[in-house]
């Protein structure tokens, strides 16, 4: 009768431990612990408990490098593949940092400075952006979705402004980039 009860208490001591460190730490950790204890009548077994487990890193951080990217005019068409589309529209280059699945961006357009703030979830970069202009009714922020080509050298997708424009107006794609180192 003691044994089952001092079984339970080691069971929970150890299950408490668990739940205590895995709400402090940051690190993915998966830990499995069994707690025995043996007399000589018999041996008894308490049952393995796991912790929960995040996704690890990725192996490759595909978005850190320079990019070519080119936002699109709304009345031109919307398709790169086209003769001149890519050309037509000014170049602004962006330069990106992943780590982990957190990535972080720059870019300059005009007298503006641009940031972006984002995770990437398979091959979706999605977050926030803020262009901030020495004139300020040209700032903007909002939020922007694009889709990596499976290469992982360029992607498609688009810069919703707040209150403005997005996909609920159907807006089709109208930023697109290639990787440039």
């Given amino acids: 009768m003691n044994l089952r009860r001092e079984t ?29 204890v043996t007399t000589p009548a018999a041996a008894t077994t308490a049952a393995p408990v796991a912790a929960a487990t995040t996704p690890a890193c ?29 050309n037509d529209a000014g170049p602004v280059p962006v330069t990106l940092s992943q780590k982990c699945w957190d990535a972080t961006g720059t870019y300059k357009v005009g007298d503006c400075d ?44 688009s810069m919703y402004k707040s209150g403005g424009y997005g996909p609920e107006n159907s807006f089709p794609p109208s930023w697109w980039a290639k990787k440039t180192a």
């Fill in 8 to 36: 339970l208490i080691l069971t929970g001591i150890v299950i408490c431990a668990i739940l205590i460190a895995g709400c402090t730490s940051s690190k993915t950790v998966t830990t499995t612990v069994s707690a025995s």
């Fill in 58 to 86: 990725p192996d490759k951080e595909v978005l850190t490098g320079n990019w070519d990217s080119r936002e699109l005019g709304y009345a031109s068409n919307h398709d790169v593949r086209e003769a001149g589309v890519w």
């Fill in 114 to 157: 641009g940031k972006l703030t984002g995770k990437i979830e398979k091959n979706i970069f999605s977050g926030h952006f803020t262009l901030k202009c020495a004139n300020t009714a040209d700032s903007s922020s909002g939020t922007f979705s694009v889709t990596m080509a499976a290469d992982n050298q360029s992607f498609m997708g």
